[in-house]
């Protein structure tokens, strides 16, 4: 007697099949696994929610997404040793986007600290930061003219929140900001694992003419616990050659300036 492959059998094999292909992928579509796995759309859909339901995957429109841990709030320490070389070419690339006499916003961050680094050439610069670290860097450059509002310490970024750092930059406003994130992609936009950041990420993109995402390619399909802002209210994105394919081309679409770093093997 011939044993066949039970359904249930199948529908496990199938659900795993689809958990790798988001691990490797970071995203799949519903008529993709239709196709592939050659059951319906609705069959798709069931094994996207059983899925989501034991918190593997994260739903999207038309599909799913690679689940993260949206409560992980690391230490600058730790960040600052992730995706070193990127980083700094992408602080170096956004500071070709800054002109003599512009104000700017640096958010708090690893990225953004290697902005910082990068604008010491500048004769007249104005740069308004809650991050300290980036503060004890800019104090070094004679011509940038350093503004800090402030607010309450959060010692995981060095950077000042709360309502009182919120205020303070409700007084100014700005050329450009540039902001690093912890999450993003096309469909959700950006993210941050806290809140009062959240906030005040909202504020400076409420003073900004232009705004300007720095982010290594391992934030993309990564989405962090509060939302900031969606695609839309972004101009330019800064980040490396590693973005998945898809998402460069919907940003395109979508009207952003992609501009994109590469990181030379150096073997």
Known sequence: MSIGIHNGDKTIERRAKIIEMLENDGQVKIPKLSEIFKVSDVTIRNDLEQLESKELLVR?????LRINRVGIDYQLDVKSKKHIKEKQL??????????ENDTII?????????????????????VISNALNIAGHLVNFPNVRLIIPGGSLRKNSLSLIGAAAEEGFKHYFCDKLFIGVDGIDSTNGISTPNVEECHINQVMIKLAKEIIVVTDSSKFFKRSFAFICSIDKIHTIITDSNIPK????????LGKNVIIVTVEDEN
């Open 60 to 64: 999207s429109r038309g599909g799913a």
């Open 90 to 99: 992408i602080g170096a690339k956004a500071a070709e986007l800054i002109n």
């Open 106 to 126: 640096l958010d708090s961050g690893t990225t953004t600290l290697e902005v910082a680094k990068n604008l010491s050439k500048f004769q007249n610069l104005t």
């Open 246 to 253: 898809e998402e460069h081309q919907k940003l395109v679409k």
